[in-house]
């Protein structure tokens, strides 16, 4: 825990951005049946039958210090997966960094072993060179900022039903 406060601790520096990572899942729920609409004194009334869709993965790439998230909706959550997503935040967001200093919990997917299975030998240790990891405290994961982002996001935007993917990347991404 101390680990993660000192990191916390550090002053902003663009060439060493301090980034939480974290993911959720959200299950794709869509209607057997057309809502009936809002009357003045009634809300809209959704049928409790549903058709699931399946289950997405939301990754939230979070940079505290100066309020910056970005959103990457994938269809699922393997090593293969957080491997992309770290290789699109050190090539994409983060290009210009010396390195990102990263603050995650310890998901067995989290890992640099994950950018060797998912990428060949020199990027994956390209990439992996570009990280400061710090890991929080099993049942700890409350101290990544992400996961209190994520959690915002779930409440505010996704606490209803979404249909697919697509829209769940239009609603995630207008948040």
């Given at each position: 825990?101390?680990?993660?406060?000192?990191?916390y601790?550090?002053?902003?520096?663009?060439?060493?951005?301090?980034?939480?990572?974290?993911?959720?899942?959200?299950?794709?729920?869509?209607?057997?049946?057309?809502?009936v609409?809002?009357?003045?004194?009634?809300?809209?009334?959704?049928?409790?039958?549903?058709?699931?869709?399946?289950?997405?993965?939301?990754?939230?790439?979070?940079?505290?210090?100066?309020?910056?998230?970005?959103?990457?909706?994938?269809?699922?959550?393997?090593?293969?997966?957080?491997?992309?997503?770290?290789?699109?935040?050190?090539?994409?967001?983060?290009?210009?960094?010396?390195q990102?200093?990263?603050?995650?919990?310890?998901?067995?997917?989290?890992?640099?072993?994950?950018?060797?299975?998912?990428?060949?030998?020199?990027?994956?240790?390209?990439?992996?060179?570009?990280?400061?990891?710090?890991?929080?405290?099993?049942?700890?994961?409350?101290?990544?900022?992400?996961?209190?982002?994520?959690?915002?996001?779930?409440?505010?935007?996704?606490?209803?039903?979404?249909?697919?993917m697509?829209?769940?990347e239009?609603?995630?991404?207008?948040?």
């Amino acid at each position: 825990m101390e680990d993660v406060l000192d990191v916390y601790k550090r002053p902003y520096n663009p060439k060493r951005p301090m980034v939480c990572l974290d993911e959720t899942s959200k299950q794709l729920i869509g209607e057997t049946r057309i809502p009936v609409t809002a009357s003045p004194g009634q809300p809209v009334r959704y049928d409790y039958e549903y058709k699931r869709n399946g289950v997405a993965n939301l990754f939230m790439i979070f940079e505290p210090l100066i309020g910056k998230r970005r959103v990457k909706v994938t269809g699922r959550l393997t090593k293969i997966d957080w491997a992309c997503c770290i290789r699109e935040m050190v090539d994409q967001v983060y290009p210009d960094a010396e390195q990102i200093i990263l603050v995650m919990d310890n998901l067995n997917t989290h890992n640099k072993s994950s950018l060797y299975e998912a990428f060949k030998p020199a990027q994956a240790k390209r990439i992996a060179d570009k990280l400061e990891i710090h890991y929080t405290p099993k049942h700890g994961s409350w101290l990544d900022m992400a996961e209190i982002e994520l959690g915002i996001l779930s409440r505010q935007c996704l606490s209803r039903r979404i249909e697919n993917m697509e829209q769940l990347e239009k609603e995630a991404l207008a948040w």
